[in-house]
């Protein structure tokens, strides 16, 4: 069983920055592919970005390509979600999920979630 718990969500203005943390707990953090996903309201949960177990493979989707870096700690059983140059459309509920193995890009190919936090990006 993995525990997964987001922070860092707020309210920011368009243009600026934050940064989402998701601190694991239960079972060998290192060992597994690390992925944050978003679901805005009335809208289905959309892949942002994955990050392999030992950090050195990432991909990210092609809304916030350039513009989030993700990144993880193992030695603190942490994934980061970095995101700049925020717009009003990166307003959701921000997911992050955990999976054995290599990463995944649906939502279906993920075992464990978070609760999520929200980020608004006021224009």
């Known amino acids: 069983q993995v525990q997964l718990v987001e922070s860092g969500g707020g309210l920011v203005q368009a243009g600026g920055s934050l940064r989402l943390s998701c601190a694991a707990s239960?079972?060998?953090?290192?060992?597994?592919?690390m992925g944050w996903f978003r679901q805005a309201p009335g809208k289905e949960r959309e892949f942002v970005a994955v990050?392999?177990?030992?950090?050195?493979?990432?991909f990210y989707g092609d809304s916030v390509k350039g513009r989030f870096t993700i990144s993880r700690d193992n030695a603190k059983n942490t994934v980061y979600l970095q995101m700049n140059s925020l717009k009003p459309d990166d307003t959701a509920v921000y997911y992050c999920?955990?999976?054995?193995?290599?990463?995944?890009?649906?939502?279906?190919?993920?075992?464990?979630w978070g609760q999520g936090t929200q980020v608004t990006v006021s224009s």
């Open positions: 999920a955990a999976r054995r193995g290599s990463p995944g890009y649906v939502e279906s190919a993920y075992t464990y």
């Open positions: 239960g079972r060998t953090f290192s060992t597994d592919a």
């Open positions: 990050i392999n177990y030992s950090g050195g493979n990432t």
